[in-house]
């Protein structure tokens, strides 16, 4: 999977609250969680993301509550992959299980200004900075967690396995 | 002979059927409780319907509560929880509390006894780690991990490595539960334990009740915890006993067991605490906080919403009144602990003070009803979170503290500690 597109870069601990804040999860619709993506931190976020865009961020993205709302706006939002210094572990499995791609590399986040035009690799796991020409490898995935992605996540996983039975 | 294991790790091996195993390992796990609300479980059924299979694997292990927007605040809501109900009854699951029997999550499943010590449990709500106060291994995940578990019984998960918190000391007055995890944030950093297992032991953890153990535990998540856990003991046996529904297995760590950090504590350097906005790590010791003024104080959730909680508060408001300015909303977590405060005279004390008494819900901790702020108001709360428009418009800010320091906030209208209240009184 190869994905070019502009960066929209933000700092530390962004929470789920501020991605997608509670006052519109009283529905699950993608569409309507999308409308509201990053509200909270970045009212004009909705308004300037295109589709193919890229998600900066550094440590401890995604941190906060459980809500799988988070990934589902950000994704519907036209987000193709979350690159961050670190991620909220509860994000990270649901980032993988619901087929957002995400990417550890504090490098890459260092090497990445607001505006950029970010190239990524997804199975390489290369992040480019078309703007600055530099290139970071992002932290391989175990082979286990590959193997739910390559699935197209833990749903399709589990229904292959119910089916073996 | 395995090798030495912390309770994490003896726990997360029986339930994958090994001997043991080591941080980093990646294992599936048996599950003995499966949990999703009225916010997750809709997301949660419609990816179960994906799976293919008809059935819950065990509808006896499969706990659906509806507390985030209950009674229903509107009609949204109201349909979100109607896919919980329906898929409740079709699935004949047995662990489902109606409006009226419910109570948040975190304090209803223990008080039931639907979890027990030494289970392996997921629950799509982040707080799901409250249940290591029982010595069990509990923790969040989303609702794509519970729909999986709803069908398999069983979730992957990477063992986590530990890290090992041991109290010592003497607690200071009005120091409890909810000051040793904000403390404890406050000094590691909202990611201080990210992918790692909280361990709480010392004689200060051995002298403390249930419910503080409950509020240590639940806050695990707020510095990035996969979990939290208190090893069973006396306490919890006395907890336990009568309520538990299924039989318990106890787990101790191994005195050689290995850690990836032990932090030694004297609680007597623990003063009570709040978390300024935006984070729960932002803490100071409220006698630094004295000079903010607020417009509300909610006491509840599934932090601080337990019947100790609602003793202490009253203890403090007897024969005193809210403060003009301010708005008190208390929320007793379940329907047990509201019958019992109420059997205790705990509403009398609460209404002639000028508080207003909610129906058990989480209402608002997640900024979802009963209490939402409006643009640049103020509220101390005895909630988990205080991120940017938890509780209402993105200017609002919410301050984290005990139900005592709530509790005399709410009287002297600012942020204020008991014994504040009887000097500001005699001047
Ligand atoms: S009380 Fe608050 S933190 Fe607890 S489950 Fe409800 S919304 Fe989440």
């Not at chain 2, 091996?13 to 499966?34: F, K, N, R, S, T």
């Not at chain 2, 932090?263 to 007597?268: K, L, V």
Request: charge should be negative; include cysteine.
């Amino acid at each position: 999977m190869r994905f070019e597109g502009t960066a929209h870069r933000y700092g530390r601990d962004v929470d789920t609250d501020v991605i997608i804040p509670a006052r519109y999860l009283n529905t699950s619709d993608p569409a309507e969680l999308a409308k509201h993506c990053m509200e909270d931190l970045d009212a004009g976020f909705v308004g300037k993301v295109k589709a193919g865009d890229i998600l900066v961020a550094e440590e401890n993205f995604g941190c906060g509550s459980s809500r799988e709302h988070a990934p589902i706006s950000i994704k519907h939002a036209g987000v193709e992959v979350v690159i961050a210094k670190s991620f909220a572990r509860i994000f990270y499995r649901n980032a993988i299980n619901t087929g957002l791609p995400i990417m550890e590399s504090p490098e890459a986040v260092e090497g990445i200004n607001d505006g950029d035009t970010v190239a990524v690799d997804a199975d390489a796991g290369t992040i480019t900075n078309v703007t600055t020409g530099a290139t970071y490898q992002a932290q391989p995935f175990p082979p286990f967690i590959k193997g739910i992605i390559e699935r197209g996540g833990l749903i399709a996983s589990v229904r292959e396995r119910m089916a073996d039975r | 002979m395995p090798r030495p294991m912390t309770i994490t790790e003896k726990i997360l091996a029986a339930h994958a059927g090994l001997d043991e195993v080591a941080p980093g390992q990646l294992i599936e796990c048996d599950l003995d409780i499966v949990l999703a609300n009225d916010v997750t479980a809709p997301i949660a059924i419609s990816e179960f319907g994906r799976v293919g299979v008809e059935r819950v694997w065990d509808p006896a292990k499969v706990a659906l509560v509806p507390d985030h927007y209950t009674p229903n605040k509107d009609i949204k809501s109201a349909e979100q929880a109607k896919i919980m109900r329906d898929f409740a009854r079709t699935q004949e699951i047995t662990h489902y509390w109606e409006i009226g029997c419910m109570g948040v999550e975190h304090a209803l499943l223990p008080e039931q006894g639907v979890v027990v010590p030494g289970d392996c449990i997921i629950g799509a709500d982040s707080h799901t780690c409250t249940y290591g106060a029982l010595g069990a291994f509990a923790t969040g995940v989303g609702s794509t991990d519970a729909a999986a578990g709803m069908a398999t019984g069983k979730a992957w998960f990477k063992v986590p490595a530990s890290l090992k918190f041991n109290i010592t000391g003497e607690l200071s007055p009005w120091v409890g539960g909810k000051d040793i995890i904000l403390h404890i944030i406050g000094m590691i950093g909202v990611d201080g334990a990210l992918y790692q297992a909280m361990e709480f032991t010392g004689p200060v953890i051995a002298r403390l009740g249930m419910d503080d153990r409950f509020t240590i535990c639940n806050m695990a998540i707020e510095a990035g915890g996969k979990s939290g856990i208190i090893a069973f003991d006396s306490t919890t046996c006395a907890y336990v006993d009568g309520r538990a529904e299924r039989e318990w297995a106890v787990y101790h760590s191994d005195p050689d067991a290995v850690y990836a950090r032990v932090y030694e504590i004297d609680a007597s350097t623990i003063e009570p605490t709040v978390a300024f906005p935006h984070l729960p790590s932002n803490t100071r010791p409220v006698r630094e906080a004295r000079h903010i003024t607020v417009d509300q104080v909610v006491i509840g959730s599934c932090t601080n919403g337990r019947i100790e909680d609602m003793r202490v508060a009253a203890s403090i408001l007897a024969g005193r009144k809210v403060a003009p300015d301010v708005r008190l909303i208390v929320i007793p977590a379940t329907q047990a602990i509201w019958r019992q405060a109420m059997g205790e005279g705990l509403f009398d004390i609460f209404v002639e003070a000028g508080a207003a008494v909610s129906t058990p819900t989480c209402g608002p901790c997640l900024g979802g009803h009963m209490g939402i702020l409006a643009a640049g108001e103020r509220a101390l709360a005895t909630t988990n979170r205080n991120f940017v428009g938890r509780m209402g418009d993105p200017t609002s800010e919410v301050y984290l503290a005990s139900p005592a320091v709530a509790a005399a906030t709410a009287v002297a209208g600012h942020i204020a500690l008991p014994e504040d209240l009887d000097q500001e009184a005699a001047r």
